[in-house]
């Protein structure tokens, strides 16, 4: 099930969430560290509920979940973008990424979504110096963190405005096993439209990128263009009556599954916030199974730590008493030759270290010094 967006159904949901340009910032939440929702109000609309998983699926919603005291980062958003209206909304480039610009009477701020690895969100002033960030971040070419210009990573193309000759520079020196790896993570269309890109173009997936030809980089570069540029006719893919994917448009990827059309891309991928409910229990319950588990190994670890250190302290008592302990048990064994242990036991009544004989088991108890 899908639990990210790739660059090229990002294109397609900014393109429906351009609906809430011009709205005002109503409230903020953040239910949990990685839930953010922005509720706009729009002029004639009403109320819409942009929910931001961080480093997930973003979509719109009428829902909201229940709130306890909000973050120092729900907090400072409030104070930077409440009651600010949003004046544009787009994808950079082809990457992962959306940025929404926001207008208060004090100026412009900006609000990176990355919707790759882990996600972030990071908070900008006009000039895209960072303000705050939902999480820092040290990477070896930018930096996300307070008074830092904010940067995102760029690949070698983008694919809303690709040129041949950038494209078939690329592939031929890709270092990828398969074409079809080469378009989804070099040139970012992701696994699914990297697959729909080599049907389309009648090209094996599995085939090196160093022996595609100049013909077939033809064919890879239109049929990209094409799928950037197709109708909103959201689907949403099903096999064995379980949702498998949605997607913006029909692909011949999934020609032979069932497709059912969604009025939107929004609502399609409101899909994504029922199935994890779903699972949610039986996870639940495997996790708090897994909890148990981890606590009692813990308790276990413990005590054999305890026992550990115990026996430990013991040998170096016995170590730094050796010579008192030969001692003590000569005298018992030339004892035990003469006399019964019920009758060495009487006599050592009140002994300072020899505390207790078991005069059945014929064991002594010591207490060391």
Known sequence: MKTQLTSVEIHYLVKELDILIDGKIDKIYQPSKEMLLLQFHLPGKGKKILKIPVGKVPYLSEEK??????????????????????????????ERIIELDFEKKEGIKKLFVELFSKGNVILTDDKNIIIMALQRQEFKDRSIKPKEEYKYPKKQVNFFDLKIE????????????????????E?????????????LSNIDKNKKPSSINQQQIKSITENIKSI?????SPQIVKE??????????????????????????????KYLEAEPKKAESAYEKQIEKIKR??????????????????QRKNAE??????????????????????????????????????KEIDAKEKKIVLELP
């Open 166 to 185: 950038a494209l078939s520079e690329l592939i031929k020196n890709s270092k990828k096993d398969a074409i079809v790896t080469c378009l989804a993570v």
């Open 65 to 94: 979940e229940e709130f306890g005291e909000p973050p120092g980062f729900c907090m400072q958003l409030r104070k930077h973008l409440g009651n600010a209206r949003l004046r544009k909304i787009e994808q950079k480039e082809s």
């Open 293 to 310: 588990i981890i606590e009692r190994q813990e308790t276990q670890i413990k005590g054999f730590e305890e026992s550990e250190l115990k």
């Open 240 to 269: 064995n009556e379980k949702v498998k994917d949605i997607v913006p448009f029909k692909l011949k990827l999934y020609e032979k599954l069932e497709q059912e059309k969604a009025t939107s891309f929004n609502e399609a991928l």
């Open 228 to 232: 950037t540029k197709q109708k909103l």
């Open 187 to 199: 040139v970012g269309l992701g696994g699914v439209y990297g697959e729909e890109v080599c049907l």
């Open 317 to 354: 008592l016995i170590y730094q008493n050796y010579n008192l302990i030969n001692e003590v048990l000569t005298e018992i064994n030339k004892a035990t030759k003469k006399h019964s242990w019920d009758e060495i036991k009487e006599r050592l009544k009140g002994h300072k270290i020899i």
